[in-house]
C-alpha cells in the first residue's frame, strides 16, 4: 500500500512539475540556435535597421521601412491611421506597414508597438478597463490577468503585436501626472500584479497568435522622482530619483523582477534620472542589473525620443545610450539621422560590433520566439479574431474589474447603498455622464479629452437609470442644482483627463465646479453620495465632512455599469486602497515608504457595506 502511496505522490510530483514547466515560457535565449545563423546572414545596415523604431505617420517615404529594413514602427498616443480610429482603419494601417517587409531581401517581419495601457484605448469602440490605480485596488492577480489577456486579443484583432504594457511604476508622489499608471505606491502591490499582467498579455507561449509582446516600464525609479526636478525645474516628470541603490532596489525593482520572471520579452528605460544619471544613459542600470545581474533576456526598447535627452550631440547621445545597453531606439522623425549615425559610430569603433550583434540578438530572440519568422505563417492581421472586439463578454469583465477597484471611503448613516426603489434620484457633476472624463488619458488621444469620446460605453448616469426599478426617478444636473425633494443625491466629480508631465499638480483640491456643484447638492438638505472619478487621491477638504458616503472610482472605463453594481449594492464594495490619502498637500509625498506615516486613509483602506 505504502509503495502505491508513493507511486501516486511522485506520479503527481511529475505531473505538477510537467504542467508548471508547460505554464512557464520558454527562455528566450533557447532561440539562439535559430537567431546566430540568420545574425551571420545580415549586413549591418540590416542589423542597425532591426536596432530602428519610427514613428508609423511620421515615415518620410513609406519605402523607408524596406529600403532601411526597419524592424519595428510605433504609434504613439495621436499617431492614428489617416482614415481615422475604427478598428478597419487601424487594421488596414497595420497590414499596409507589414507588407512592406516582405520586400525585404530577409522578410525579417515588422513588431508594431502601441500604448495598449488599459485595453486597445486607441481604438474606437474597444473595451477602455480601469487605468492602473484602480486595478491596484482590488488586488486580485488572476483578474488583472484576465484583463491584459482581453487587452490582448483586442489588439491582436488589430493586427498590432506588441504592447508598452504594463507600467510598473511604483509613483511615491501623487502629485505626478502618471500615478495613475501604476498599481501602487506599495513596491509588493506592484510585484504581486506585474507577474500576471504581463502573463495576460503574452501568455505562456509568445508563438500563440493571440500573444501581445509586453514591455515592462519605465525602467526605473519613474515614479520615485523628486518634486520639481523636472526638466524646467517644476513638476515630477522625466525628473530626478535621488534616493540611493538599496532604496532604489527596494522600491522600484520588485515589479521588475516579477516581469522578468513572467518572461516579459521587453523593458522600457525611463526618460527619468537616477542621482543625476539618465536612466537610458546608464551601463550599471540597462546592462549589468538588468541583463547581467537579473538575466533578462528580451531587449530594451527607448522611450520617445529619450536618447535626445542624452546629450546635445545626437550621434554622441545615441553612442551613450547604445552602449549602455539600449537595444532599439524610438527614433520616431529622426529614424534616418539615427540609422546615419550609428553606422558611423560602428565604424568608427566607438559602438562595438558585438553590442549591435547582442541588441539584434535580443531583438530577433522575440520575433522567432512569437513565430514572426516561421516561413509560410502569415504576419497580416487575422481578422476573424475581430468578432470578440468590444464584445459584451469582454465589457463583462471590465464591468467585474470596475467594481472590484471602488474604494469606500466613508459610508455614513448606512447611506449607501442606495435603493433601487427610491422616489427620486438627483444625479449630477461634471463626470456623471461623461465618458471621457471616466476614462481618463490615454484613450482614443493621448491626453483623453471630455464628452462623448468613444462608442460602446456605459457613463456612471446612464448605468444608473439602468438599474433603478420602475417606479424611481432619476435626474440630472450637471451643476448639482435641482436636488431638492429627492431621496438622494449622486455627485460625480474630480479631474478631467490629462496623460505624463500634464497631469503634474502641485495642488490636487478639488476644482471650484465641484464644489460648488457639492454645495448646490447639499443644499437641498438630502443625503449626498460623492463619487470621485480621478487619477488619484485628492484633497477633500469639506466635501469629507460634508458628504454623507465617499466612493473613490478612479478612472474605470468605458463600463460604468460597475459603479452601479456596488452603489446600489447588487455587489459590495471590495477595493482596498493602493495608494495613500493625504489629509492636505502640506503631507505630500506621503507613503507607506514614508518616514512619518499619517495619512488620512492608509494603503489597504477601503469599507465594507455593514
Ligand atoms: C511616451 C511614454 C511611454 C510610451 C511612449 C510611446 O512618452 O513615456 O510610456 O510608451 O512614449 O508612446
Redesign the pocket.
Known amino acids: 500500500m505504502k509503495l502505491r502511496l508513493a507511486m501516486l505522490a511522485v506520479a503527481g510530483l511529475g505531473a505538477f512539475l510537467m504542467a508548471l514547466a508547460q505554464s512557464a515560457p520558454k527562455p528566450l535565449s533557447s532561440f539562439d540556435p535559430q537567431v546566430k545563423p540568420l545574425l551571420a546572414r545580415m549586413t549591418l545596415e540590416e542589423k542597425i535597421g532591426q536596432m530602428t523604431q519610427p514613428e508609423q505617420d511620421a515615415l518620410k517615404d513609406p519605402a523607408d521601412l524596406e529600403n532601411l529594413f526597419i524592424g519595428s514602427v510605433?504609434?504613439?498616443?495621436n499617431s492614428d491611421p489617416k482614415e481615422g480610429n475604427s478598428l478597419k482603419a487601424w487594421t488596414d494601417l497595420y497590414d499596409r506597414i507589414q507588407q512592406h517587409s516582405t520586400k525585404t531581401r530577409l522578410r525579417i517581419p515588422i513588431l508594431y508597438?502601441?500604448?495598449a495601457?488599459h485595453g486597445h484605448n486607441n481604438v474606437l469602440g474597444a473595451v477602455i478597463f480601469p487605468h492602473h490605480i484602480g486595478l491596484g485596488c482590488t488586488r486580485n492577480p488572476a483578474l488583472v490577468e484576465k484583463v491584459e489577456r482581453i487587452t490582448a486579443e483586442e489588439v491582436r484583432a488589430s493586427g498590432i503585436q506588441w504592447a508598452?504594457?504594463p507600467?510598473v511604476t511604483v509613483p511615491q508622489d501623487i502629485r505626478w501626472g502618471?500615478t495613475y499608471?501604476g498599481f501602487s505606491e506599495d513596491p509588493k502591490v506592484v510585484a504581486e500584479l506585474a507577474g500576471p499582467a504581463v502573463r495576460g498579455f503574452q501568455g505562456t507561449d509568445l508563438a500563440n497568435p493571440l500573444a501581445v509582446l509586453a514591455?515592462a516600464?519605465?525602467f526605473i525609479g519613474d515614479g520615485g522622482t523628486a518634486f520639481g526636478s523636472a526638466r524646467g525645474g517644476r513638476g515630477l516628470d522625466q525628473g530626478d530619483t535621488r534616493v540611493d541603490e538599496t532604496t532604489l532596489r527596494r522600491i522600484h525593482l520588485p515589479g521588475y523582477i516579477a516581469a522578468i520572471q513572467a518572461g516579459v520579452g521587453t523593458i522600457?528605460p525611463?526618460?527619468s534620472s537616477w542621482n543625476g544619471v539618465k536612466s537610458s544613459a546608464s551601463k550599471h542600470l540597462l546592462t549589468e542589473i538588468l541583463k547581467q545581474e537579473l538575466g533578462f533576456q528580451g531587449f530594451l526598447i527607448s522611450?520617445?525620443?529619450?536618447i535626445d535627452q542624452m546629450t546635445r550631440d545626437y550621434k554622441e547621445a545615441i553612442g551613450i545610450s547604445i552602449n549602455a545597453g539600449m537595444d532599439m531606439a524610438?527614433v520616431p522623425t529622426r529614424y534616418r539621422e539615427y540609422i546615419t549615425d550609428l553606422k558611423a559610430l560602428v565604424d568608427e569603433g566607438k559602438v562595438p560590433l558585438a553590442r549591435i550583434d547582442d541588441a539584434v540578438t535580443r531583438i530577433l530572440r522575440v520575433k522567432f520566439a512569437m513565430g514572426m519568422m516561421d516561413q509560410g505563417r502569415s504576419q497580416l492581421a487575422d481578422r476573424g479574431v475581430q468578432k470578440t472586439f468590444g464584445s459584451p463578454e469582454h465589457r463583462q469583465v471590465a464591468r467585474q474589474a470596475v467594481r472590484e477597484s471602488l474604494v469606500l471611503l466613508k459610508n455614513d448613516r448606512k447611506t449607501l447603498p442606495v435603493s433601487k426603489g427610491a422616489a427620486r434620484i438627483h444625479v449630477g457633476g461634471k463626470s456623471a455622464d461623461d465618458l471621457g472624463n471616466q476614462c481618463g488619458g490615454w484613450t482614443i488621444s493621448?491626453q483623453g479629452t471630455s464628452g462623448d469620446v468613444t462608442p460602446g460605453g456605459t457613463t456612471i448616469l446612464a448605468a444608473i437609470r439602468n438599474t433603478v426599478g420602475k417606479g424611481a426617478q432619476v435626474t440630472f444636473s450637471k451643476d448639482g442644482a435641482g436636488a431638492a425633494g429627492a431621496t438622494v443625491g449622486v455627485l460625480v466629480i474630480g479631474e478631467r483627463p490629462y496623460a505624463?508631465g500634464n497631469g503634474d499638480r502641485a495642488d490636487l483640491a478639488l476644482a471650484k465646479e465641484d464644489l460648488d456643484a457639492f454645495h448646490n447638492m447639499k443644499s437641498a438638505g438630502i443625503p449626498v453620495v460623492v463619487i470621485l472619478i480621478s487619477g488619484r487621491p485628492l484633497i477633500l477638504g469639506e466635501v469629507l465632512d460634508a458628504a454623507d458616503a465617499v466612493l473613490a472610482a478612479w478612472l474605470p472605463g468605458t463600463e460604468g455599469q460597475g459603479v452601479a453594481d456596488v452603489l446600489f449594492g447588487d455587489y459590495r464594495p471590495t477595493g482596498k486602497l493602493s495608494y495613500s490619502w493625504p489629509r492636505s498637500m502640506a503631507q505630500l509625498p506621503v507613503n507607506v515608504n514614508s518616514a512619518t506615516y499619517d495619512p488620512l486613509f492608509k494603503v489597504g483602506y477601503g469599507l465594507k457595506y455593514e
Do not use: P, Q, T
Not at 510605433?74 to 498616443?77: E, K
Open positions: 510605433l504609434s504613439g498616443g508597438g502601441i500604448d495601457v508598452f504594457a507600467c502618471r499608471e514591455c516600464k519605465h522600457m525611463s526618460y522611450d520617445y525620443n529619450a524610438m493621448w505624463e
